[in-house]
Structures are given as structure tokens and as C-alpha cells.
């Protein structure tokens, strides 16, 4: 790399903390600018969004968001933004991604989702090879393993691998999440489901007591 090009560099991360840390006369500029920098914040990670990160920040955010809205419907806002120094592309961008962030998740997960099941796929092969070596469980059966929402339901018919399903999860859970299986509960209707993910949670070095 060329001295210029160094030089360009360094500039490039000056702006970008400046940037981070502006700070705003207007309670309405600094509450939509540091909405901006969360949404931005957490897109750009590399894993699964549940709802219930980012509901309450929005909602946090509705009052500011309607503020500019009404700025926008009534022909302002191109006013107020010269007025306090903001470009008006990036409040009408930031105006867009908090109207469609649910949408932006979707996709932001979708997309960890395929990531996921690639870098993963000799783990999640393998995961419950042990237990039984004929187990292949199939793309549904891993989408439900690594989805890392709030609530999931699964629903499918009998014999279509629910308690397999269910013992690799608590197993991704122990292994890959770091979460103990004494915070984990598995509730069945047959004491032969419970047996096989009982079974299958043995193979976790780490864990010696029954559910």
C-alpha cells in the first residue's frame, strides 16, 4: 500500500468515530441519529436477531420517527435538515430502514441462516452421530436447530424426527450457545420421547445429570 493510500485510510477511520459520536444541538436530530447507529449496529452482526432485541428500541424510537415523518409530509424536512446540519439522504434512508427493520431482520437472518447451515453442515451432520449413526437430519429439521428466535413453533407429523429435532437443539444449545443444560426443559407426552432426548444429551461431555 502506497503512502497516500495510508493517508486515506487513517482519514476514513477519523470520520468514521467522529461520526459515531455526534452529538446534536436537537433532542429530535441526536434521538434519530443514535437510532441510526443502532439499527446499523445490529444488521451488521453475524448472527440470528430475535424480536425481542430490537422491539423495544423501536418502539423507543416511534415518537422520533413520527416527528420527522410529519417534517416529511408537510415539505419541511428539507428545511430543518440545512438547518441543523444533516444531509437530508440519510435521515430519509434512516426514516426508510426503521419503517421496513422487520423486513431488513428477516433478510439479515435469512442470510445468517444460509451461512450458518454452510459452516456448520459437518457439526449439524454429525451432531447426534452417537446417539445414532444413521441420523441425517434434513434442511428443515437444521433451520429449526439453528434459529435462534424468541419462540418456535415446529409442527409436523408423527415420525417426521420432532424428538430428534428437539434433542439436537438443546445439544447446539449446550455445545455451541454455552447454555447449561440445567437452564434447559424438555417436557414430552410419551416417556420414550424424554428417554431418546435424554439419550442424546449424554453425549455431551460436559453433562451428567437427567433433566
Known sequence: MGLFSKLFKKKDATVSIATDNMSFKSPECQSLWDLKIYMDDILSQNRYIAKSEYRAKLLDGKKTV?????????????????????????????????????????????????????????????ILHE?????????????????????????????????????????YLVEKKGIEPSQILVVSFTNKAVQEAIYGLQTIQSYHQPL
Do not use: W
Not at 88 to 102: D, G, H, K, M, Q
Not at 108 to 113: G, L, P, R, T, W
Open 131 to 171: 446417539v445414532d449413526p444413521q441420523i441425517k437430519l434434513d434442511e428443515d429439521q437444521r433451520r429449526v436447530i439453528l434459529t435462534d428466535e424468541d419462540y418456535c413453533l415446529v409442527i409436523a407429523g408423527a415420525g417426521a424426527g420432532k424428538t430428534t429435532t428437539v434433542a439436537a437443539k438443546v445439544k
Open 66 to 126: 413520527e416527528y420527522f415523518g410529519v417534517l416529511q409530509s408537510s415539505r419541511l424536512l428539507d428545511a430543518f435538515c440545512k438547518n441543523n446540519d444533516l444531509a437530508l439522504s440519510a435521515v430519509e434512508a434512516t426514516l426508510s430502514r426503521y419503517i421496513n427493520f422487520e423486513t431488513l431482520i428477516d433478510e439479515h437472518n435469512e442470510s445468517f441462516m444460509r451461512r450458518a447451515m454452510s459452516e456448520e453442515k459437518y457439526y449439524l451432520d454429525n
